[in-house]
Structure formats: C-alpha cells, structure tokens
C-alpha cells in the first residue's frame, strides 16, 4: 500500500505551481491566484460603477427631453452595453490590468507567460466576458415556461461558466484561457530588516572598512545567504554572544579578510562590525551586477564558465564561506 500512495505523492510533487510565474528574464515570481471571492466581489463593484454611469446618462436624456418614458428601458440596455463593453478593455489597458473594481479587491490580470499585457488579450478576454457571463444574465431575465428548451440551454451555459474557474487551479475561466491571461492576488509590499542596518555591539568599529570591487568578486549569492544566517544568529543573542558563536566570527572573518587579500588585521572586537561592513558591500556589489544581466551563485562562477549556476556546478560546503 505504501508504493502507490508514494508515486502518487511524487506525481502531486512534479506538478506545477499555480502560484508561480515565469517572466521572460528567467526570474521567478510568487504570486497567489486571486480567489473566486475576490474576483466577484471586484465584478460586483465594476457592474454597480457602470449601471450608475448608464442610470446617470439615462436620467440626463430623459430630463433633456430627448426620450420618451416608453423608450427609457430600451435605451438603459443600449447605455449599459455601451459602457460596459469599453470599460473593462480601457480599464485595464490603462491601469495595467485593474478595472476599478479590482483595484479595490486589490487583484489584477496578467499574462501567463510573464509577458506584458497586450491590447489584443483584454479586449479578447473582456469580448468573451459578454457571452460567459452579461449574455446568459440578460437572458435570465427573458425566461418563461413557454421557452423550456432555451431556458434549460441558459442554465446548462450559466452552470459551465461557473464550473470552468473550479476546474483549474489558477481559477481561469474561459476568457482566461482564450486570451492567455489569469488573474492574481497584488502582494503587500513588506520590507524586510537588512542585517547590515542593525546596531554592532558597544565597542565595535563601525567605520572604515571600505571594500575594492576586485575584493568583492570572490564571492557569490550562496556565500552571501550563508554569511547573512551566521550574521543573524549572532544578533539573536544581543551583546551575549556565546563563546562558540565568537569562534564561528573569528573563523569566518579570517577566512573573508584572507580571501578577498584584505591587508589591515581585524581585532577580536571588531569581528562582527567587519563581517556586517562585507555583507553591506558584497549584497550591494551583487545587486548591481545582477541588474546589468550577471547573476553569481557562488564563489566558483569562474570555474564554471557561466553567469548563474548550471546542473553539475560545484557547490561550496554547508555553511562554508
């Protein structure tokens, strides 16, 4: 019994992230598909926005003397369209994605492959909006029991439209699909601390460690991660850092200051001010190299021929600098 259920546990593992999305730069992005909740809730919102914008029109044509009364529910459903229709495909070409609907729900569309959004993916997704979802509302309203062949032909088309965002983990309905696009949840943006912005303990030299860019090109992403946990465990415990904690310092430090060929010597004090200086420098020297297109794993991007890391590369030690 225990074979089965772990190939398919396996098969679940290999499945992909809905949550996950691959823009062309090749750089992972996390974001949560946006619940069904969320997205009727922001449907909701644009149809109250656009019905007040057709009432609102509707009533100055009537008080202007250009309608009659019998002609005023015709000329709602005319205004109605007319709004509608342009609404969301402007909405969302101008606000990248968000009607103002969805702006309040904080959620937007995007294209599935990380691309940008094109004109021609939301205004066909929006083009299909009429048939999944205003077409078979209208017609609810037309029903009678003289027609039951259309009305069970309506229902069965409301019940697969309601069905389809179910039936696929990122909660894409038909339009989703024709245009390419889904719809997720915005994030909020929360920094977090930078371990090189936190007091040194009383004692400590905070200035003058100054860095060359040939010192700094030793060193890669994974040695950056692993200097940045030994940094952090070293402030959970203030100005009482444990005496094996002083000898991981004292180690590390030494082991930098001779690799990047640092000349002046580092007091035992000193020890954590110079390794929060390096980390300050080498995260900053990082990024900017990243943002001109070079992305270094680790400490053996030279050997490997190549920006980033491949399958096979070496790998420094667990916790080695």
Do not use: C
């Given at each position: 019994?225990?074979?089965?259920r772990?190939?398919?546990?396996?098969?679940?593992?290999?499945?992909?992230?809905p949550?996950r999305?691959?823009?062309?730069e090749?750089?992972?992005?996390?974001?949560?598909?946006?619940?069904?909740?969320?997205?009727?809730?922001?449907?909701?919102?644009?149809?109250?926005?656009?019905?007040?914008?057709a009432?609102?029109?509707?009533?100055?044509t009537?008080?202007?003397?250009l309608?009659?009364?019998?002609?005023?529910?015709?000329?709602?459903v005319?205004?109605?369209?007319f709004?509608?229709?342009?609404?969301y495909?402007?909405?969302?070409?101008?606000?990248?994605?968000?009607?103002?609907?969805?702006?309040?729900?904080?959620?937007?569309?995007?294209?599935?492959d990380?691309?940008?959004?094109?004109?021609?993916?939301?205004?066909?997704?929006?083009?299909?909006k009429?048939?999944?979802?205003?077409?078979?509302?209208?017609?609810?309203?037309?029903?009678?029991a003289?027609?039951p062949l259309?009305?069970?032909?309506?229902?069965?088309?409301?019940?697969?439209?309601?069905?389809?965002?179910?039936?696929n983990?990122?909660?894409?309905?038909l339009?989703?699909?024709?245009?390419?696009?889904?719809?997720?949840?915005?994030?909020?943006?929360?920094?977090l601390?930078d371990v090189?912005?936190?007091?040194?303990?009383?004692?400590?030299?905070?200035?003058?460690?100054?860095?060359?860019?040939?010192?700094?090109?030793?060193?890669?992403?994974?040695?950056?991660?692993?200097?940045?946990?030994?940094?952090?465990?070293?402030?959970r415990?203030?100005?009482?850092?444990p005496?094996?904690?002083?000898?991981?310092?004292?180690?590390?430090?030494?082991?930098?200051?001779?690799?990047i060929?640092?000349?002046?010597?580092?007091?035992?004090?000193?020890?954590?001010?110079?390794?929060?200086?390096?980390?300050?420098?080498?995260?900053?020297?990082?990024?900017?190299?990243?943002?001109?297109?070079?992305?270094?794993?680790?400490?053996?991007?030279?050997?490997?021929?190549?920006?980033?890391?491949?399958?096979?590369?070496?790998?420094?030690?667990?916790?080695?600098?």
């Open positions: 019994m225990k074979l089965p772990l190939r398919f546990r396996r098969r679940r593992a290999e499945r992909p992230d949550h999305l691959m823009p062309p090749g750089v992972p992005i996390t974001l949560r598909v946006a619940t069904i909740g969320a997205r009727f809730g922001a449907q909701i919102t644009d149809i109250l926005i656009t019905t007040v914008a009432v609102a029109l509707l009533l100055f009537f008080l202007s003397s309608t009659g009364s019998n002609t005023l529910i015709s000329l709602f005319l205004l109605f369209f709004i509608r229709v342009p609404y495909a402007v909405t969302e070409l101008i606000w990248n994605g968000q009607t103002l609907g969805k702006k309040m729900m904080s959620i937007k569309v995007v294209s599935e990380g691309g940008p959004l094109t004109a021609h993916a939301l205004v066909a997704r929006n083009l299909m009429e048939a999944e979802i205003f077409l078979p509302g209208t017609l609810l309203f037309t029903l009678d003289a027609t259309v009305s069970l032909l309506t229902f069965g088309w409301i019940l697969a439209t309601l069905i389809v965002p179910l039936a983990p990122r909660r894409r309905r339009g989703d699909m024709m245009a390419g696009t889904y719809v997720v949840q915005l994030p909020v943006a929360v920094l601390a090189s912005r936190t007091a040194p303990p009383a004692g400590a030299k905070t200035e003058g460690y100054r860095f060359f860019a040939h010192q700094l090109d030793h060193y890669g992403v994974f040695e950056l991660q692993t200097l940045e946990d030994l940094l952090r465990a070293a402030e415990h203030g100005k009482m850092i005496p094996l904690q002083r000898a991981a310092l004292a180690t590390v430090a030494e082991r930098v200051r001779k690799k060929g640092y000349g002046e010597t580092v007091p035992e004090a000193e020890h954590l001010a110079f390794l929060k200086a390096f980390y300050k420098a080498q995260r900053g020297h990082l990024e900017q190299r990243q943002l001109f297109g070079e992305r270094r794993a680790n400490k053996f991007h030279r050997s490997n021929g190549n920006n980033g890391g491949t399958k096979g590369e070496k790998r420094p030690e667990n916790g080695q600098i």
